[in-house]
């Protein structure tokens, strides 16, 4: 990106800009809140240049700044504000539409929310803080962030709870008061309570009707809990499975580095060689075929039936003529793995993935069988590095089980009941390094990253107001029920007060919780 960025803005004549224009005359970019100022600038240069506006061309740009999540990987909310006033104010060749409609949640959630997000009360959730901050670095002012205004969303979905009981428990409050304002004992009393709640849940499968109107019955993969970070996803999971709930933590990193990337390359080198004993040995004992021979001993003098010699044979051609989507797909089938998908979801799932990865890297890369084989081993073995998307593992459709995920990964998601779990504690900033936006010479907003500590207490209030869009990102992720932690009781005043003023929740969840849910309750808050 910096190359391009470089080249595009030190061309003269703009060919390499109008030759994206000319290659790409329609352009959407989706999550557009989480663009950079270098990736606009590409964009802006090529794409809504004068060359660009005669050619033709149209982009489409589509994002919310109320989920921008992610400035620590070089997101800047900045940008998307700045290009969103352009759009607003150049109507001759920009048009602005806001889509103010939920097609996730249930009325209950989205009134619920409605109210907890809204902008027109004493403290709003997006508000930003009016601090006199006359400290500068390297002779730029420190920028002070705009408000984000909520605006309300309408219901466009036919998701709804069955039983009227339900919906009015749409909005769930675990009270959690009597662990003498330590953190720690704080999460394992809520931690107790999400393993009753969801026991409860998983034994009584309330009805609810799904998005289409189809009548469904709660599953225990219906079920998700939302964590801060893989820590915390840890504990939870371990804390769940002790108590028999089935649980996993959605998207496990090193995909390549597990199980079932040795199984694909067992299957690849019996493919490769189909009379080597040893591949077909270590295939045969390995869970993909699921087959007891008793005696591993006596497999070399076993004799295998005609069908699966005949599958033998189909991947050796396959792998021979580089058909590889059908090589993949018989090794799948013919191994009856697909038909165990109920017994082993998370293994089928793995494989179908890497298999999918091979296949894409394998015709991008014109790769022949054995140069595909020592790819894979290369991966299994770390000699090379992948994108961390395509490490990860995607969680198995079908799998039944409460997922567990950070708040980050949710984004894009939606479960019928979310458990808010986690982000009770804020992290260190362990780089001794600060990063906020500067006013610079040209009056133009830009990120700064320094160590200067004139930065710091910028860096901590666009820290916060980044942390508040990660929670707003984790409460919309429910479609039917939202469970959140509360410390709170009434005074001998009728005013709510707080039990633990060292958790992170109390600065912004609670205050928000008090003054828009327990003051002015809404129907569906339990």
Known sequence: IAKVYEVINNES????????????RYVLVDEFQDTDE???????????SEYAWQNGNRIYLVGDPKQAI??????????????????????????????NCNYRSSREINEALNQFFRSDCKYPWFRTETVK???????????????????????????????????????????????????AKFRKAYFEQIAIEITQLINTSPQYH????ALRSLSAGDICC?????????????????RGIPCAIYKKSNLFESLEALYVEQLLLLAANPQD??????????????????????????????????????????FNRRLWGRMFAAMLNDSGLLERVAESPSMVSGMQQICEILHREALSQNMDGLTLIEYLRS?????????????TFAVASEDSRVQILTMHTSKGLEFPVVFFAGGFTRGSNRNKHYMAHVIDESNSVSRCISIDESLKEAHAREDDLELRRLYYVAFTRAALRLVLPAFIAPNNKGEYKSFHGNLVLEKNIMPAMRQNWLNDKPSSHS
């Not at 799904?210 to 109107?213: K, L, P, V």
């Open 13 to 24: 004549d703009g060919l390499l800009a109008n030759t994206l224009a000319n290659r790409y």
């Open 38 to 48: 270098m990736q606009w600038s590409i964009l802006e240069k090529s794409f809504m």
């Open 70 to 99: 992610y400035r620590f990987r070089g997101g800047d909310l900045c940008t998307f504000l700045k290009v969103r006033k352009k759009f607003q104010k150049d109507s001759q060749r920009c048009s602005y539409e806001p889509m």
């Open 133 to 183: 901050d006359d400290k500068q670095v390297n002779n730029f002012s420190i920028y002070q962030e705009e408000e984000i205004l909520y605006e309300n969303v309408e219901t466009g979905t036919k998701t709804g709870w069955l039983e009227s009981s339900d919906r009015k428990n749409s909005i769930q409050l675990i009270n959690i008061s009597e662990t003498k304002n330590k953190p």
């Open 210 to 213: 799904d998005r289409d109107g």
């Open 226 to 242: 939302l964590v801060r970070n893989k820590n915390e996803g840890s504990k939870l999971e371990t804390f769940l499975k002790e």
């Open 277 to 318: 004993h040893a591949a077909r040995k270590r295939v045969m004992l390995s869970p993909v075929f699921n087959v007891d021979y008793g005696n591993h001993e006596r497999l070399d003098t076993v004799q295998l039936d005609i069908e699966f010699e005949q599958c033998i044979i189909r991947w050796n051609q396959s």
């Open 379 to 391: 991966l299994r073995f770390g000699d090379r590095k992948v994108a961390q998307e395509m490490d």
